[in-house]
């Protein structure tokens, strides 16, 4: 007998699987099992049984017979029989019982398979056969997606990712934390569920977003005394199983062969039920118990009428009534099936009822083939797609990544990070990190906190920790802040640093901070986009003081104005998109200091006469060619400090001499060919920076600048220098290198409190022991070639080296 075992090939597939069987899917396997058997047994029978039983039938005349020996006659007269053979034992000893037909065992053989092959119908014959067939390709129909390479290997991977995400402790959490519903109600909600999903508390307050971005509970917060529940290891396979399940999502979605397969497998098994139903109905009452046999076979049995048994019809007539019960139920299931599958569209998957349920407001809808295996595993259990689905949020994961982040970047690790910025303040800076630590709020002597390229900042309530904050950086920052936050930053930061991408990152939260004084905004618009700068109002930052804008606007934008009675130092760094439209510089009355730093200028803005409280005006990197508008600044009596390098000025014109005011002067990368004396008459000049030049001649005049500390004329052609150079006593700084200077004057000794000198890069081949007079040069001041330093007397270099 074969075993049912043997056939488990067929319909076999990992027991995981069992994940994406419905319980129709089970029922029908159960029947599927039972008509095998079915089967399996009427095949046994026919393997180890007689199939048929037939006996000669002999045709009796017309007329009625009364005793068997009439019978006999007439039927030996119908058919002729052979003599009968004589036997050796008399018939006085033997007493013979029935009618004689002369066969032997072996004739009646060949009889019983003529007719079993000639006259049995071939239903009766194969009926156990094709119970077996048709229930092995119910089987093969039902498994077939399991098996199909195509729709395998994402079956493989869905359940492989399905059971880590079931199993990983990572999920319980999230489900009890992120949710931010109160622990007691959960817990009566899903006690039937998962007694291991509890909440703790609820959410404490409204976010306030720099995109438009959905709100996230300040639950999100990893609170420092459950960070433990989960160690590096589980978070690092948690984090790993966020983008297996993104990559996967991205992969099965783009495709519904998955669906494709199973209706197709489904319509398939509800064609060969009704196919089996038609025929089987038709066939079943040709199981016979007696049956007719006439075969041509008389030469060599002496008959050609038979009798036959079916010695297994009244079972086979039992079994396929039996068959036929099971296969109606199987089909009615499979039409079942069908409805399931197109009542509803399964290539769309929702998760409302999980987001409901659990609080997690961002998990997204799925469609194709990865919403028919989510359908099919609530049928299976709704658990695995809820458990599942916390790897499908943003929220979940952040906070995942919130929580590694946490256990990575301990309060002392960070504050080896501290260091001292340009504004003197203790800052933090945190570059390229998958979030904002909460362990930052725990270093209260934090005065400045610098964010760079960190994607999902997520500022929360515990800010307010920070009692020191005043500075915050933000380079290409996305960032998210809590309501609370919003409100400590208000009322303590004092300067916000701002680098973008695009205009629609700025986070809009930074208009109201009213207690701001510094505000510094860097970055790119598109051309379009600059014509129409929509920077929002500024009129409620009350305390702003300085405004820094790099960009590349072709006007100053409106909100700018907002401010301008208030602001005192205004910075466009234009990137040399052409600044056409400044006249609203004349309403910043109360500016001391304004730079425009390549803004493709040709001439010095008219506006910025109007400017009476400026005190420092800075002309970087424009067009600048004739400086004839000089004459103009006569009138800003604060002016103190021009700077108009890295232009294209080739004079400086004698108005210069007007701006008696002036205490720093820049002109360097320009080109400069000749100093006008008047130049000289602003006495007060301290620093004085003539660099990057074509200048030949330094005149005598310089001498007068008797507050001069700064003098640098590098990279000129300059071939001496003026001996009333050496009457700048306060000198402390002079830069001579790379001109065509010859001999350095003795003289140089009287500048007493000289300590930088560069001389590198002339044609000196001898400097003066009087630099040993400069008491306050040492050798690190000193910028020479090593050969020339070494004709200074031993004594010189010996002073020099000292500390």
């Keep these: 007998?074969?075993?049912?075992?043997?056939?488990?090939?067929?319909?076999?597939?990992?027991?995981?699987?069992?994940?994406?069987?419905?319980?129709?899917?089970?029922?029908?396997?159960?029947?599927?099992?039972?008509?095998?058997?079915?089967?399996?047994f009427g095949c046994t029978l026919q393997v180890m049984q007689d199939k048929i039983i037939c006996l000669p039938k002999r045709v009796q005349p017309a007329q009625n017979h009364s005793s068997v020996s009439n019978v006999s006659q007439a039927v030996a007269s119908a058919t002729p029989l052979p003599p009968p053979r004589p036997s050796p034992l008399s018939p006085a000893t033997v007493e013979m019982k029935g009618l004689k037909t002369d066969l032997d065992l072996q004739q009646y053989s060949f009889i019983n398979q003529m007719c079993y092959e000639r006259a049995l119908h071939w239903y009766a014959k194969y009926f156990p056969y094709l119970v077996l067939i048709h229930t092995l390709v119910f089987m093969l129909c039902s498994n077939f997606w399991f098996k199909f390479p195509g729709s395998s290997s994402k079956i493989e991977h869905f359940i492989s990712i399905l059971g880590k995400c079931f199993d990983s402790p990572w999920t319980t959490r999230a489900l009890s934390e992120v949710s931010g519903e109160d622990s007691e109600e959960k817990d009566n909600r899903k006690n039937n569920m998962n007694r291991s999903n509890t909440t703790q508390s609820g959410p404490e307050g409204s976010l306030?977003?720099?995109?438009?971005?959905?709100?996230?509970?300040?639950?999100?917060?990893?609170?420092?005394?459950?960070?433990?529940?989960?160690?590096?290891?589980?978070?690092?396979?948690?984090?790993?199983?966020?983008?297996?399940?993104?990559?996967?999502r991205l992969h099965v979605e783009e495709g519904d062969i998955l669906y494709a397969m199973y209706v197709r497998q489904t319509v398939l098994k509800v064609i060969k039920f009704l196919i089996i139903i038609a025929y089987n109905s038709a066939l079943v009452s040709k199981v016979q118990f007696t049956?007719?046999?006439?075969?041509?076979?008389?030469?060599?049995?002496?008959?050609?009428?038979?009798?036959?048994?079916?010695?297994?019809?009244?079972?086979?007539?039992?079994?396929?009534?039996?068959?036929?019960?099971?296969?109606?139920?199987?089909?009615l299931t499979c039409l079942y099936t069908l409805y399931w599958l197109f009542y509803r569209s399964l290539r769309e998957y929702s998760f409302e009822y999980v987001r409901q349920e659990t609080g997690i407001d961002d998990i997204p809808d799925v469609k194709n083939d990865f919403a028919f295996m989510l359908h099919m595993i609530d049928q299976y259990d709704p658990l695995y797609s809820k458990r599942f689905a916390v790897f499908l949020s943003e929220v979940s994961e952040n906070k995942l990544k919130q929580l590694n982040l946490n256990n990575e970047w301990t309060p002392d690790k960070l504050r080896q990070k501290l260091q001292t910025n340009a504004h003197n303040r203790l800052e933090l800076?945190?570059?390229?990190?998958?979030?904002?630590?909460?362990?930052?709020?725990?270093?209260?002597?934090?005065?400045?906190?610098?964010?760079?390229?960190?994607?999902?900042?997520?500022?929360?309530?515990?800010?307010?920790?920070?009692?020191?904050?005043?500075?915050?950086?933000?380079?290409?920052?996305?960032?998210?802040?809590?309501?609370?936050?919003?409100s400590f930053l208000k009322e303590n930061l004092k300067v916000l640093s701002v680098k973008f991408d695009d205009m629609r990152e700025l986070p809009p939260w930074m208009y109201g901070l009213r207690n701001l004084e510094e505000l510094y905004l860097v970055g790119s618009l598109s051309h379009d986009i600059s014509k129409n700068v929509t920077l929002e109002s500024l009129r409620d930052l009350k305390s702003l003081k300085i405004l820094s804008i790099k960009s590349n606007v072709s006007k100053i934008p409106q909100a700018v104005v907002d401010v301008a009675s208030h602001l005192q130092k205004m910075c466009i760094h234009n990137d040399g998109t052409k600044l056409v439209m400044i006249n609203n510089l004349k309403k910043m009355t109360n500016l001391t200091e304004l730079e425009l730093v390549h803004c493709d200028l040709e001439?010095?803005?008219?506006?910025?006469?109007?400017?009476?409280?400026?005190?420092?005006?800075?002309?970087?990197?424009?067009?600048?060619?004739?400086?004839?508008?000089?004459?103009?600044?006569?009138?800003?009596?604060?002016l103190t400090v021009l700077k108009l390098w890295h232009n294209s000025i080739t004079y400086i014109p004698e108005h210069i001499k007007k701006l008696t005011s002036l205490e720093r002067l820049s002109f360097s990368h320009n080109k400069i060919e000749v100093l006008p004396s008047h130049l000289f008459l602003c006495n007060k000049i301290r620093y004085l920076d003539l660099s990057y030049n074509d200048i030949r001649f330094i005149p005598p005049e310089v001498g007068v600048l008797q507050s001069l500390q700064y003098f640098s004329i590098t990279c000129n052609k300059v071939e001496s220098l003026p001996d009333e150079l050496y009457f700048c006593k306060k000198?402390?700084?002079l830069k001579i290198g790379k001109n065509s200077l010859s001999v350095l004057s003795p003289k140089i000794g009287n500048l007493l409190f000289l300590s930088y000198l560069d001389v590198k890069g002339n044609h000196f081949e001898i400097l003066p022991p009087e630099l040993g007079d400069c008491r306050a040069l040492k050798r690190a001041g000193l910028v020479v070639e090593d050969t020339l330093f070494e004709t200074l007397p031993s004594d010189v270099r010996e002073q020099m080296k000292a500390e």
């Excluded at 090939?9 to 899917?25: C, G, I, M, N």
């Excluded at 995109?211 to 978070?235: M, N, R, W, Y």
């Excluded at 010095?604 to 400086?627: M, R, T, Y």
Aim: net charge neutral; proline share 4%.
């Design 1 to 40: 007998m074969i075993p049912v075992t043997e056939f488990r090939q067929f319909s076999e597939q990992q027991p995981a699987f069992r994940v994406l069987k419905p319980w129709w899917d089970v029922f029908t396997d159960y029947l599927s099992v039972a008509m095998l058997m079915i089967g399996v």
């Design 208 to 248: 306030v977003n720099s995109q438009s971005l959905k709100s996230i509970p300040e639950k999100f917060v990893v609170d420092k005394s459950t960070a433990g529940a989960l160690d590096k290891k589980e978070g690092e396979q948690a984090k790993a199983l966020f983008e297996k399940v993104k990559k996967f």
């Design 291 to 331: 049956v007719d046999c006439n075969v041509d076979i008389q030469d060599m049995t002496g008959y050609k009428n038979f009798s036959c048994n079916h010695t297994m019809a009244h079972l086979f007539s039992k079994l396929s009534f039996c068959y036929l019960c099971f296969v109606s139920i199987y089909g």
């Design 429 to 486: 800076p945190l570059i390229m990190l998958s979030g904002l630590p909460d362990t930052v709020f725990e270093i209260t002597e934090l005065q400045s906190l610098k964010l760079e390229i960190i994607k999902n900042v997520m500022i929360p309530a515990t800010i307010a920790q920070l009692d020191n904050l005043q500075e915050l950086s933000l380079h290409q920052c996305s960032v998210k802040i809590h309501s609370a936050a919003l």
């Design 603 to 638: 001439r010095i803005p008219h506006a910025v006469f109007s400017l009476l409280s400026l005190q420092e005006l800075d002309l970087k990197e424009n067009n600048l060619k004739s400086i004839e508008e000089i004459v103009s600044f006569q009138h800003l009596r604060k």
């Design 731 to 733: 000198l402390k700084t």
